[in-house]
């Protein structure tokens, strides 16, 4: 999320009630989760394996629940014994819940030529771009971005919330919610079908590349980013963060897990899991998908298994 | 379904036309399938493999197509040349389909603090707590039930009917469908995500514990019960009146058959097919399901597999 | 796509201005895909794998990129550079997109006794029958045919667009749209569940056949025929122009490939993935679905496998 205007380290400190360290006047330009930071960001760490990542990241500001520790040359800590909850004070403070009281949104800008039939909504800060077509029923969250020429069909969900939550443990286990304030960017020429659910980032962007068509029941997770003229069958799921590069198809209920690079042209046969990333320009299948030529014989062998079993057996009882 | 008022025996064999069996003044409180009963209700058996069950549950009346039974002691039977359609003239009668001519309805009651977005239908006879937001196009069925500080996002569909029917075996096969009288009752701090499905009980209640977080597309059936702060993935599907026990976690796509138990802090790893019911505490993957741990030391194998084969048939042809 | 009058070789091949080979007089009344055509249609051929298919098809016209080929008798040829653009130039003349301004199109018909819930979308040039059921925020989109005692749960989508593509190769690899010009038929008794996507055909009809029960956040793609009675748990896709014979049953998160055929009683177990034609009356699971008694043997098979290679590696050792 990149604010408004700039702030400081001392603004945000003050606002938050926590001690700092680091220069006063460091600016702070923007709010995001340590895996998309720059310079002029704040970002949050409170958990053991991140300290080093964010402390050598890019962002100008990190909160904190460790005070002893060494402060990053030119960077600013927030000593906090909450870091999520300060972090999410600060999105809320940024991007509160705004009501919508009619179906498009006074804020919502639409370009010309594009079409909305009933029951779309649009919600707060929108751009819809040049001859989109959105079909009934649709709903478009706050601050989404269309491209030109985009089809959406109906009673899909563009820009819902991310399934973002840190896990509270001990006596009151509970899941506190990350507030969503990324958004979804949608490329020119795409083409989203009936019941998709594209979830905006965290605090990043969820991109579906230019030229890029999903089918139905579709579900892109918060901070995934497709590339141009991906092919996505009905019922796929792509999970937080994963990069899929230009050119890849998956076939109908395919899964992928987060955080992963879906390699250039790579292809994904129908209903295949996806655990981790895969180079490009080959075929996958399976769960957990591996290159189809090697999960064919797998298939193969194991249509084999039950008489080489019992084979074994019959070897066992004569010896 | 617990109904409005006290009837007897007398009165419902009355209503349906049919003999019965017992002291006619048998009080009837409540309507409901064999799988959830109490002393009180009327339930109904055609099936050879549930007249023991009925007999012996704890309903005070039993529609019934076999006239020479035993009556248990206490208990009333209807007997009916078809109880299937019988029952569910009383649940038609109880609850009968009520239209709606607006988008809230004017026998929903909606706490302070809740907002409703454009194009929220909520149905008849629901509560909403206090300080929900329900996102836009979400369809909240007739019956519903929701706590405070609940968060439904975009065209999430909450208490439509259970996929309950019978099947008419013979010449004019088909399906009857069972008239859906249960509830969904969410409770509160509970997320839910975009374009999900939570089917009401079809007698009884579909239950969503308190702070439980479902993601997109998720799909929850009639009459299952998810404890507090399960958290659910993306296109998870669970099945009829199966139980998930408090703090479980299922990752996206994994599919749960009816009438199983998840045990306490079961963790089921992404994809998954559930077929029986499985213990606490421990981590599962496969289709079907089984102990992670199993699962990959079966995977690892399969990889060997075509080699192994390979060397056997060397063997043999040496041999 | 049957068109709303005769027009002939000549017409066709001066509106696309484009050369043409046959008697000019010869009349087209529909405009159809190759898998689906009859005397009188006119399809296009643009493809190595199809030409002899459509050379030899019913169809009386095809546009086709062979300039050299010989016209079967009696039929005609338009010769054109690109077919499938000028095929998509002729569906967009006689189906194009027509804007809705308000929730139920004067053009529809609806059928006596059929109640629509808040939030409903009836596109243009639909028809439903008597005594349906419609709940809120369903989206009925144009020419889709629905006909008695159907109920559609909330959030639905009948007549999405086919996910029909043409792959443009080369350096500017994109993807072309095939504009639907075909249908969604639902029979009656039908009952469709919630956040359903029931894609029309390409130019040809999807038909969801007689008391069909399809549960919720099912996908049904362009051109699949269900017949009469069958039974499609949750979250089940069938892809493009697959045919499901009367009473197959299949559980959920199921997933059916294209172009095949489900014989009549098949039943397919939770979760299986389909990738060939299948013969009826017989219970098929596993990915790719097999016959369930084969597949249960090699999945106990496999628990055997890591301590079967386990042994035969240590008699290796001995050896």
């Not at 649009?122 to 020429?149: E, F, P, Q, R, W």
């Not at 899909?156 to 009151?172: L, S």
């Not at 919610?177 to 019941?195: H, L």
């Amino acid at each position: 999320m990149t604010l408004p205007e700039s702030f400081t380290l001392q603004d945000f400190a003050a606002f938050l009630g926590r001690e700092f360290v680091g220069d006063p006047n460091i600016p702070i330009t923007g709010v995001n989760v340590i895996h998309k930071v720059q310079p002029g960001d704040l970002t949050f760490v409170d958990f053991h394996k991140y300290y080093d990542r964010s402390l050598d990241s890019a962002a100008s500001v990190i909160i904190i629940d460790k005070p002893d520790v060494k402060v990053p040359a030119g960077k600013g800590l927030i000593i906090s014994s909450n870091p999520f909850s300060d972090f999410t004070k600060l999105l809320r403070r940024f991007r509160p819940f705004e009501p919508s009281y009619q179906n498009i949104s006074p804020t919502a800008t639409i370009g010309e030529g594009t079409h909305l039939q009933p029951g779309v909504v649009v919600g707060n800060h929108c751009t819809i771009g040049k001859n989109c077509l959105i079909h009934a029923n649709v709903t478009i969250c706050d601050y989404s971005i269309i491209g030109d020429n985009v089809i959406i069909h109906p009673n899909t969900v563009i820009g819902g919330d991310a399934f973002f939550f840190k896990t509270r443990n001990g006596d009151n286990y509970h899941y506190e919610k990350m507030p969503s304030a990324g958004r979804v960017i949608i490329e020119d020429d795409v083409e989203i079908g009936s019941c998709c659910t594209i979830d905006r980032g965290a605090t990043g962007d969820t991109v579906i590349g230019q030229g890029t068509k999903l089918d139905n029941l579709v579900h892109i997770a918060h901070g995934a980013v497709l590339g141009k003229n991906v092919l996505i069958a009905a019922q796929v799921g792509i999970a937080g963060k994963t990069i899929v590069e230009d050119e890849v198809i998956m076939w109908g209920q395919v899964g992928v897990n987060k955080e992963l690079v879906i390699g250039r042209k790579a292809v994904i046969l129908a209903t295949s899991a996806v655990s981790k990333s895969l180079e490009g320009g080959k075929t996958y299948f399976g769960a957990p998908a591996e290159e189809a030529r090697q999960k064919w014989k797998e298939m193969a062998a194991l249509r084999h298994l039950p008489e080489l079993i019992k084979r074994m057996k019959d070897a066992d009882g004569q010896a």
